[in-house]
């Protein structure tokens, strides 16, 4: 088995992030003891602003046994469709996403409405990434990958 893992995970634990690193180390460990864990290289260069240099980043990996997989044309390929997609469905109103209540994000200097993309094409890529080269993917962010990303498994 192939677990995939989403940059939100590795960072709880490197960062740490207090209300997360609990259940991602939790989910990173069990998952690590059935399955090899494999990261592509969006998650790479996200993780990399972490670490003083390539050196630590890559023993870092390493010592967790965490292998970077690249992404192949299939892959980059789906993930251009998945994104556009969401952009052609997204809605115009923009949430916050603690509380829920709509935004309205306003230009300071012609007073316009800016609705913004709020999903990037990275995310796209690494969950492309996990469905072409994984069986599980290991995320936070359960409902927009649950939403795009219908052919994994997500933990």
């Not at 494999?38 to 023993?59: D, G």
Request: aromatic share 10%; charged share 20%.
């Amino acid at each position: 088995m192939i677990s995939a893992v989403d940059t939100n995970i590795l960072l709880d634990i490197i960062i740490p992030n207090q209300s997360f690193v609990k259940s991602s180390l939790e989910k990173l460990e069990s998952t690590a003891r059935k399955s090899k864990i494999v990261i592509c290289e969006i998650v790479y260069s996200e993780l990399a602003s972490q670490f003083h240099n390539q050196t630590e980043l890559n023993s870092f990996l390493s010592d967790t046994h965490i292998e970077i997989v690249w992404s192949n044309k299939e892959s980059l390929f789906l993930a251009s469709r998945l994104w556009l997609k969401y952009r052609e469905q997204r809605p115009e109103k923009i949430y916050c996403p603690d509380c829920g209540k709509q935004i309205h994000a306003v230009c300071s200097h012609c007073g316009s409405q800016i609705n913004l993309p709020r999903r990037m094409l990275n995310d796209f890529i690494i969950g492309s990434h996990a469905i072409t080269f994984a069986d599980l993917f290991i995320t936070r962010d359960l409902g927009f990958y649950k939403k795009y990303f219908s052919g994994i498994k997500i933990l």
